[in-house]
């Protein structure tokens, strides 16, 4: 079991505050995600990486590394290890021939590993995650474009009845954000929501004075933002998120919600 967090933003933001003082913090998260830290954000320009197979709520790792990130788009993820052990190659998230992907459930990995080409098997860790995340990357490479290969992905695992909990993920090529709700079982565990910020006029009485000064500071320096989180990280209005449904978020920072097979 795992928690995701990732954002799209109109101008380059650090993860300070996602990571360690909204109300429900990636921090506070990962008291139950204890196995590993990592967070991948693109600048614009190339994607950097960094993770660290121990909890998050402890590493002085995690701690300059939200201070020193500036991304456009950010995928972070904190784990609790289901399959393979809690070292750095199993730690999410993975950067692939232009993608990146953490994940949020498990999956059969060796009915999994039958649909993976030979030349897409260079796995770096020994993970259920990573064999689905180079099965999409196979099949959106195969079909032109990341959409139609998740579609494909989804239709490959279904027909050939892979067993899994969750499917749920977030991934980038740089240029969009996706998130994939699309969990088997335990609906009220493996959720996903969006906020658009800031979204229509705020209620600021409503917010804690932490998020309120957060809130002002962005506006006041022109920010906009879409997060996406496996669970809503403060009080503002969060959107679920329905199964079997993708969360597509373009550069214009408009989304699209497409129903999945």
Known sequence: MCRLFGLYANI???????????????AQLSHYNYSGWGIAWFNGVKWELVKEPSALHVSKKARSTARRVRGLI?????RLATTGG??????????????????????DRWDLLRLVRHEYRGFEGETDSE?????????????????????????????????????????????????LRYAKHSLEYYTLYYLERPMGPLSL?????????????????????????????TEENWLEIPNKHMLIVDKDLSVKLIEMP
């Open 86 to 107: 809690e070292t750095l190659e199993n730690t999410h998230p993975w950067l692939y021939r232009g993608y990146v992907f953490a994940h949020n459930g498990t999956v």
């Open 74 to 78: 950010i995928i972070s993820h904190v």
């Open 131 to 179: 064999v689905l995340f180079h099965l999409i990357v196979q099949e959106a490479l195969d079909a032109g474009g990341f959409l139609e290969g998740v579609r494909r992905a989804l239709e490959k695992i279904n027909g050939e009845e892979v067993g899994y909990s969750s499917l749920n993920f977030l991934a980038s090529d740089g240029h969009q954000l996706y998130a």
């Open 205 to 233: 009485n409503k917010l804690s004075e932490t998020t309120l000064q957060l809130i002002r500071a962005k506006l006041a320096h022109g920010e906009r933002a879409v997060l996406v989180a496996s669970e809503p990280l």
């Open 12 to 26: 380059p933001v650090d993860v300070e505050f996602s990571f360690y003082h909204a109300e429900n913090s990636m």
